[in-house]
C-alpha cells in the first residue's frame, strides 16, 4: 500500500478510535455521576433515620425498629448497587486504559507515516536538484569555452 494511502487508513482509524475512546469516558463519567447519586441517596436516607429515631415519641416508638430494618435493607440495597458500580466502573477504567494506549499507538505510527513522506518527498526534491546540477554540469562540459570557438 502506497504510503499516502496508509496514512489516509491510520488517520481514518485513528478518528474511530478517538470517537471510542470518547464514549468509554462518557460512559465513566456516568457511572460516577450514579455512584455520586447513590451516595446523596444513603446519606441522605442515614440521616433521615437518625431524626426519625431522635424524634420519636412513645406512642411511634413501637414502628421505629421494623423502620430502620427497612432502613438497613435499603441501605444495604444501596451498598449492593455501589459495589456493581465500582466493579463497573473498574472495568470501565481498564477498557478507557486500553483504548488510551491504542490511541497513543496509532498516534505514533501515524506520526512516523508522517515522517517517512516527509522524507520520500525530500529524497524526491534532492534528487531533482541532484538531476539538475548533473544536466547543468554535462550542459557546461559541452559548450566551448571562451575564446575557443
Known amino acids: 500500500m502506497d504510503k499516502r494511502r496508509r496514512l489516509e487508513a491510520l488517520q481514518k482509524v485513528q478518528r474511530l478510535r478517538r470517537h471510542e475512546l470518547e464514549l468509554t469516558g462518557a460512559a465513566m463519567a456516568e457511572l460516577r455521576q450514579q455512584e455520586a447519586w447513590l451516595e446523596g441517596e444513603l446519606a441522605e436516607l442515614k440521616e433521615k433515620a437518625l431524626r ?10 413501637t414502628f421505629l425498629a421494623p423502620y430502620l430494618d427497612a432502613v438497613s435493607r435499603t441501605e ?3 451498598e449492593a448497587r455501589k459495589a456493581q458500580l465500582r466493579e463497573e466502573l473498574e472495568r470501565v ?3 478507557l486504559y486500553g483504548r488510551f494506549l ?9 506520526g512516523r507515516a508522517r515522517t517517512d513522506i516527509a522524507l520520500d518527498r525530500r529524497r524526491a526534491e534532492l534528487l531533482e ?3 539538475a546540477a548533473r544536466l547543468t554540469f554535462i550542459a557546461a562540459r559541452r559548450r566551448p569555452a571562451p575564446g575557443q570557438g
Not at 426519625?52 to 416508638?61: F, G, K, L, Q
Open 52 to 61: 426519625e429515631a431522635r424524634e420519636s415519641s412513645a406512642e411511634t416508638r
Open 76 to 78: 444495604g440495597h444501596i
Open 93 to 95: 477504567k481498564e477498557e
Open 102 to 110: 491504542n490511541e497513543k499507538v496509532a498516534d505514533q505510527t501515524a
Open 129 to 131: 536538484m541532484d538531476e
